[in-house]
């Protein structure tokens, strides 16, 4: 104990390095349980006895132990490799235990007297926390430190510079998680440029910058853009990484979600079952991984029209969920919401409600009443009412929902607006608003021509409501002209 230790007041500096009053001092913490042992011949000291050695540090000494100990964390998390290292459970489990250091260490940062110089010089610390914050699903905090290390990189070395558009991409995929996939959108439009510039067009970061801006077009409804974005990645990655990392199954995952869009859904379930064999393997049955394949499988089991399984399957995904996430946690919501749809479409409305009514509540606290997750939500419920025949009250939620929609997706109006249009045309008929149905049924079909083509599943089936509509108003020549539109023989 005698080395010098530099960056403390005389008086503290002086306690280090005698090694006797050093001893004295240690005895004494002892004594009063601010210091003791730990498991594996560890020490553990009280944080009352690190902030007063924290307060009895000059300047630029905090910033150097704080840039040390986060570099330190870091390390043991290895967030510097990203999305490239396999994470297990245990892995997972560690980061999450980790965590609370790591926010202990930043607002040490926040404190020092310069923090935006720290960031200037740290940036690359600044990305790896926001990548960790993200991938435990802490957007906020993401974001913020994400934002911070953008602003420094962008005065710095320019808005072009590869180390720019790396921070773009952190953000951008952090927004994606999400669900804020105009903000991804174009972010990832401005970085995916130099990515392939600079490193190569399949390289690992450009690759990921194609699957997120894939699931961003999946989401606007331009799906053919999507299908080729996504293929590009998983050619990249399976050719660097292996066609069983797990960066590449997380690209097959997105193409079969893409194939579901489609409508393609037996080659959406045989690409994900592909994936979710490889990750039970690989990662075990309570991965974060595998649990989202078991949902998206789900999913896909409700347009095959094998509803009982869907719902099963739901159930499982909910309970590994709720323990291992908690109630609110994204996903948790997310499997309430699907679990509510499959118990709807197995016409079990009074077990659906008060599913739908719980998953409404959580995505308000955890989002607010107007983003898109709290909508989808209600909308759901409108629906659930007008099966219900409880009409009044599946107009309310179905016109709240699609305000909202409108007002989130603007001039350039989503999936989400025409398909809560196609609900409000059928809820017209059952109140025997003709006019209005017959409004909502046109913008409805005219939408999904348009986002999605004429010969999707989804389009038909609403051409297929019309006519059927229009008929039994005795509206023979509009019905005939839906038929020759769509070539139905209905």
């Known amino acids: 104990m005698s080395q010098k230790v530099s960056g403390y007041s005389p008086g503290t500096e002086a306690a280090y390095t005698n090694t006797a009053a050093a001893e004295t001092r240690v005895a004494i913490l002892y004594s009063y349980s601010f210091m003791k042992r730990g498991s594996s011949d560890s020490i553990v000291i009280h944080p009352l006895v690190h902030a007063w050695a924290r307060e009895r540090m000059s300047s630029e000494a905090k910033g150097k132990e704080c840039e040390a100990a986060l570099k330190k964390i870091i390390a043991t998390t290895r967030a510097s490799e990203g999305r490239s290292y396999i994470r297990t459970t245990e892995h997972l489990a560690l980061e999450r235990r980790l965590l609370p250091h790591i926010d202990i260490a930043l607002s040490w940062i926040s404190a020092l007297p310069q923090p935006e110089e720290f960031v200037d010089q740290n940036a690359a610390l600044w990305t790896d926390c926001g990548y960790l914050y993200s991938l435990h699903k802490r957007y906020a905090d993401a974001e913020k430190l994400y934002s911070r290390a953008l602003e420094s990189r962008t005065r710095l070395l320019g808005t072009n510079h590869l ?23 174009q972010l990832l439009e401005h970085c995916l440029p130099v990515l392939e510039n600079e490193l190569g067009l399949d390289a690992f970061e450009t690759c990921e910058a194609l699957r997120g801006l894939a699931d961003t077009r999946k989401q606007q409804s331009l799906l053919p853009e999507a299908i080729d974005l996504i293929e590009r990645a998983v050619t990249g990655h399976s050719h660097h990484l292996g066609p069983r990392h797990p960066q590449t199954l997380l690209g097959l995952e997105s193409q079969a979600l893409i194939n579901k869009a489609l409508g393609q859904y037996k080659e959406a379930l045989r690409v994900l079952e592909q994936v979710l064999a490889v990750n039970i393997e690989q990662l075990g049955g309570e991965h974060p991984n595998t649990l989202r394949n078991l949902l998206n499988k789900a999913s896909i089991l409700i347009n095959l029209d094998r509803l009982d399984e869907s719902k099963t399957l739901f159930e499982q995904v909910f309970r590994s969920a709720e323990t291992q996430f908690g109630p609110l946690d994204p ?150 002209s839906l038929k020759a539109s769509y070539m139905l023989s209905l």
Request: include cysteine; charge should be negative.
């Open 163 to 185: 180390e720019t558009s790396r921070t773009k991409l952190g953000l951008a995929l952090s927004y994606r998680l999400e669900e804020r996939y105009q903000e991804a959108s």
């Open 331 to 480: 996903f948790t919501l997310k499997t309430i919401h699907n679990l509510t749809f499959a118990t709807f479409s197995l016409q079990q409305y009074s077990e659906a409600v008060p599913l739908c009514e719980l998953v409404i509540a959580g995505r308000e606290k955890t989002y607010g009443k107007n983003h898109m997750l709290t909508l989808s939500s209600v909308e759901l419920l409108g629906v659930i009412y007008h099966r219900q025949g409880l009409l009044e009250k599946g107009s309310t939620c179905l016109q709240a929902a699609l305000a909202g929609y409108k007002t989130l997706s603007g001039s350039s109006r989503s999936i989400s607006v025409y398909r809560t249009l196609h609900y409000l045309a059928q809820l017209c008929v059952s109140q025997g608003k003709l006019s209005d149905a017959k409004s909502f049924y046109q913008e409805a079909l005219e939408g999904h021509r348009n986002l999605l083509g004429p010969e999707h599943e989804a389009t038909l089936r609403i051409a297929g409501d019309f006519v059927n509509f229009c008929e039994s108003q005795n509206w023979e020549e509009d019905a005939a």
